[in-house]
């Protein structure tokens, strides 16, 4: 079975989108797996799947795979190039485009300058909202947050702001992102026992009032250049915490996004770049990948 795709980007966290309106498009775990895999696949953080929409108010549906197969709720890099793939493809001229998420409806628009501007949805604080069992765990305020301290491995404890944009994400605060312990913490938090769903877990530092650095690990795909949720989760953490004030920079390791929250509506900026087109026989790329099993957290 050949599959035509896509490889695109925005500020670095890249996708492999598929047109499931004009052809048939099965996607599995291990399908995705195969497609996302850098040395034996195409390689993506995400596989982006364009549909026809089951909701009568959206132009599309909007589907999200994780490098290790799962489905997700949302993102926020891949919605922006969703937005470029259906006006490239030419499978819709309408701006702004309503598009289905499992979690709802949201808005996209490609202004003149070539950025997208994403509607990104309601945000949520409560533990429940990110699927944090909270019993026994301590907390305290800060500004208008509340910050949950949970315990890493060696009697290590990190204190996690709570966003809930579709997907879950806990941020924290550090003093210098480039020397923030990524690697080491980001698997703990992502996977801890704590969070129903896992969790995307990020790491942010203040530069001035408007414009922050940030690092993501990401749920299922590690860390990733750039994480448009991450980046809305971010902005809307420090703000509530009294840090910051409305736009927000956020500067990824793959380029700038632009975060504005007036404690209601959420709307990210950025970039959406197509790199390549090509065909790929799905089978047989699925077929010959070696690590067809769903990796162990």
């Not at 909701?55 to 549906?61: I, T, Y």
């Not at 950025?115 to 409560?126: A, C, I, P, Q």
């Amino acid at each position: 079975m050949i599959w035509n795709f896509t490889k695109m980007q925005g500020a670095g966290n890249d996708f492999v989108v598929l047109d499931g309106v004009r052809q048939s498009i099965q996607m599995t775990p291990e399908r995705a797996r195969a497609l996302a895999d850098r040395h034996f696949g195409i390689g993506a953080d995400q596989i982006l799947l364009v549909e026809p929409p089951q909701h009568p108010e959206a132009d599309f549906r909007y589907r999200v795979f994780n490098a290790d197969g799962g489905e997700v709720e949302h993102c926020g890099n891949g919605a922006r190039c969703f937005v470029r793939f259906v006006h490239e493809q030419g499978l819709s001229r309408r701006n702004p485009l309503r598009a289905e998420i499992c979690t709802g409806l949201i808005t996209l628009t490609e202004t003149p300058s070539g950025e997208v501007t994403v509607d990104m949805g309601r945000t949520r604080f409560e533990p429940a909202d990110v699927g944090l069992d909270a019993r026994g765990l301590s907390s305290r305020p800060c500004g208008g947050d509340t910050l949950w301290s949970l315990p890493l491995q060696g009697g290590e404890a990190v204190e996690l702001s709570l966003v809930a944009i579709s997907n879950p994400h806990a941020v924290q605060l550090v003093d210098d992102v480039d020397a923030a312990p990524v690697a080491r913490t980001g698997p703990q938090i992502e996977s801890h026992p704590r969070f129903a769903h896992r969790v995307n877990a990020g790491y942010m530092q203040v530069l001035d009032r408007h414009a922050i650095k940030l690092r993501v690990y990401e749920r299922g795909a590690g860390e990733t250049l750039a994480c448009g949720t991450g980046a809305c989760a971010a902005a809307v953490a420090g703000i509530r915490r009294g840090l910051l004030d409305s736009p927000v920079l956020v500067h990824t390791r793959g380029g700038p996004l632009t975060i504005a929250w007036n404690g209601g509506e959420l709307t990210m900026s950025g970039p959406a770049v197509s790199v390549f087109t090509g065909q790929v026989d799905i089978d047989a790329l699925t077929n010959s990948n070696p690590f067809k099993e769903a990796p162990q957290p």
